[in-house]
């Protein structure tokens, strides 16, 4: 397989440019340049959204325009010792092998492959191509903002290729809708007892993932775990805890997490022995989370205003944690493997007067996501917290008859001797929203080989780069003869 260069000079060139989701005009205004530099007109919405308009090759004016979709932004983690500022530091990139790779941080090729496969066909001159509509939206991973403010009328296609899956050789053609669940629990606080030392409850070194990509795979969760630890020692006498925090997004998986706590120094190694205690029992129950770590550190005295948690608020904060749902909870019959509803225990944040959580629910159907809120409702009234839903999106459902995956599958079958896998995917896609404003348009999804999504683990596989290109390259010749 040819080394896609062009691709890859085009993925190097938009990892300089911070993108972050809800910083992405930077990266807006290069494919603005990109699109005047030849000659494209770029439009842009209300939202943030950009359109570029690319003419067909000649003799194929004919054929029906074709979007290319995917999103500017992108998730922004890394790892706890590293130094990289999103605000403005390129991306490190790290070829290894077949694989691409960002030092100490997410790679960005979720979506910023896509951007730059867009981009390199367009670039190409070896095939044919029908009139194109370059659709580049915006605050995608914090809850498919762009798409939701997509103006009606911005696209004139009817055929739509997301760009944004993340295995090659596999068609995705419907994907979970979602929403998100902001609880709020008053906290009541008192004066700790005094001589004590205060200390930090630090939890790393886990995996985390993909809220929905990852959710089935057995992977701890640290919010979950240093509600664990908390129970463990929260009934030494005059021990007190002052916040909690865990998690940062709501689309990921919680690798990290620490509290504030103060204890007596004549018990500080017996608390930090149990610690040890309870972190070797829950690798064992996680083999395949061999870095995880619980540690007990020094930390300068607690800011938190109006003092510790009383043992009441503590232990309603604790059984919070403990009994909010995490994880798959029901499978689908129709695709093998694939999770139908989930929820995510993604980030915990304490303030002087309440406790905020915030989880996020998958399901591929509404009635599976009713429920799945319902259950989330009821956990948090019976800890009498409150509860707000946000970023609300449809399921995109699967259409096995689409006049696309046929063609799609056709070509593929030719060009690599070899069936493609349809799937649908338990994470969230810009195409439910889409499909939602435009009826009728006929959508498929396709990515290369990414792994560790939204973490700092997160790898591009390069071939599978090359024979995605190969793959898009002939099917818009085909659909040029349309």
Known sequence: MIEPRNTLRIFAEISRIPRCSGNEEE???????????????????????????????AGCEGAPAVILQAHLDMVCEKTPESPHDFRRDPLCLVREGDWLRAEGTTLGADNGAGLALAAALVERTDVPRPPLELLLTVDEETG??????????????????????????????GCAGGVESRIELALERGKPPTGLVPRRLVVGGLHG???????HRPRANAIRILARLLGEIGDFPDTAV???????RRNAIARDAWADIACRPEREGETAERIAQAAERLRALYPGEAGLFCELRESPPPAAAGGAFSPRCLRRVLDLLLALPHGPLLPDERFEGLVHSSANLAVVETGAESLTVVTSERSLSREGLEETVACIRAVAELAQARVRLESEYPPWTPDPDSPLLALCRRVYRRRFGAEPQVRAIHAGLECALIGALYPGMDMISVGPTTENAHSPHERLHVPSLARLEEFLAALLAELARE
């Open 209 to 215: 993932g993909h809220s929905g990509i990852d959710i």
């Open 242 to 248: 002052f916040a909690v925090s865990g998690g940062s």
């Open 27 to 57: 990266a807006a205004r290069w494919f603005e340049r990109w699109a005047a530099a030849h000659g494209f007109p770029c439009r842009r919405d209300a939202a943030g959204n950009r359109l570029i308009r690319v003419p067909p090759s």
């Open 144 to 173: 498919l903002t762009g798409a939701k403010r997509l103006e009606p009328g911005f696209v004139a296609g009817r055929v739509l290729i997301n760009l944004d899956s993340e295995t090659e050789g596999v068609f995705t053609i």
